[in-house]
């Protein structure tokens, strides 16, 4: 959850990116001590990192920066350009070739990770599957309801760009059914105001059909 301190602390590291716990403590006027409680929680979410640097006689300094997942969480113009070329890519083809265009970049990432898949019994394949949509952003779960499997995203790194361009939602749908070769229903969506998102995996399609895709866009 955003704090004020937590906020002072990420931009702090952003504009000067390596700092103590006394400089952020000092930036963010609180203790040393809550700022080490932030940072706790910033480690566990993968958002900051800290390197042990050795000087002369004494304690070595720890010195904290941001991590790859830490700058891309940042505000940024990624979203806007984002949303532009979005806006460019609608205006410019119909629908139809947008959507394809979309189903190929869910391919290009199945295929990607195609590798850590294949050959996979499917509970294995699931469980690999939901670690690398958590890698993708997507803090995935896994339930087993006998005859489907049901997945669920409880955050989205598509959020705000689905916000205008709901159609991206379809993304990670397509690269969950492309990657198991099995059919999915989305069965809720972030953007339709539910709390997270859930597909629907059926595990026999030759027992109950289910559609690949839903027509749903948020």
């Known amino acids: 959850m955003a704090t ?14 390596r700092c103590t716990v006394n400089e952020l403590a000092e930036a963010a006027e609180v203790s040393p001590v809550s700022v080490r409680h932030h940072l706790a929680h910033l480690q566990a979410e993968g958002w900051v ?17 941001l991590t790859e997942t830490g700058l891309d969480s940042a505000p940024t113009r990624y979203y806007r350009l984002a949303n532009r070329l979005l806006d460019e890519i609608k205006v ?16 290009s990432m199945a295929d990607a990770y195609a590798v850590q898949l294949d050959g996979l019994p499917l509970e294995q394949k699931l469980d690999r599957l939901v ?6 952003g997507f803090d ?3 339930e087993d309801l006998d005859e489907k499997v049901i997945i669920r995203e409880l955050s989205c790194p598509y959020y705000r760009i689905g916000l205008q361009h709901p159609e991206v939602c379809n993304v990670d749908q397509a690269f969950i059914a492309t990657a198991l070769d099995l059919p999915v229903e989305r069965v ?18 030759e027992r109950k059909e289910a559609p690949v895709h839903d027509g749903r866009t948020g």
Do not use: W, Y
Request: aromatic share 4%; proline share 5%; hydrophobic share 35%.
């Open 4 to 17: 004020p301190t937590r906020d002072i602390i990420l931009r702090t590291l952003r504009s000067h990116g």
């Open 49 to 65: 990192g800290v390197e042990v640097v050795k000087h002369g006689v004494g304690r070595p300094r720890h010195l904290f920066f």
């Open 92 to 107: 410019s083809m119909p629908e139809e070739q947008v959507q394809s265009l979309l189903d190929g970049v869910a391919n």
């Open 131 to 136: 670690s690398l949509l958590s890698e993708e």
């Open 140 to 142: 995935a779960s896994l």
């Open 188 to 205: 809720s969506c972030l953007l339709g105001g539910d709390s997270h998102c859930t597909f629907a995996v059926t595990k026999d399609p």
